[in-house]
């Protein structure tokens, strides 16, 4: 069986305005992706070839995936992490995010200190 491809509502809105194909497109793109209609379904419903449709969520899928590559590049830019570190945005109450900040430096500090006494 082959895998299900998913995204959510607000990744799909993400990356709708980059992409290159038709509204109509990107609506039968939608479909599969945000909504979890079988390929065959929605290409049924439409009026088009199963390929049409599978072709266009690839389109989305691809798009996506550049899009976060771009952001990736864009948060670490101008930014060294260390090895096995990653950059991430994090939406929580303050209290969490000044707990996490502590955590970090915390963490960062045992690394220096455990990688100066090897």
């Known amino acids: 069986m082959a895998k299900r491809r998913r995204m959510t509502e607000l990744e799909f809105a993400a990356v709708r305005h980059l992409l290159n194909i038709s509204e109509e497109s990107q609506n039968l793109a939608h479909a599969v992706l945000v909504e979890g209609k ?3 379904a929605v290409a049924n419903a ?3 070839s199963f390929q049409f449709v599978d ?3 690839k389109v989305v899928l691809t798009t996506f995936k550049r899009y976060q590559e771009a952001r990736r590049v864009e948060e670490s830019a101008g930014t060294q992490l260390p090895p096995g570190w990653e950059c991430a945005t994090l939406i929580a109450p303050v209290e969490l995010i000044e707990n996490f900040r502590r955590d970090i430096a915390e963490y960062a500090a045992a690394s220096l200190n455990k990688n100066k006494s090897t």
Do not use: I, Y
């Open 46 to 48: 439409a009026g088009c």
């Open 38 to 40: 079988s390929l065959r």
């Open 55 to 57: 072709k266009n969520t």
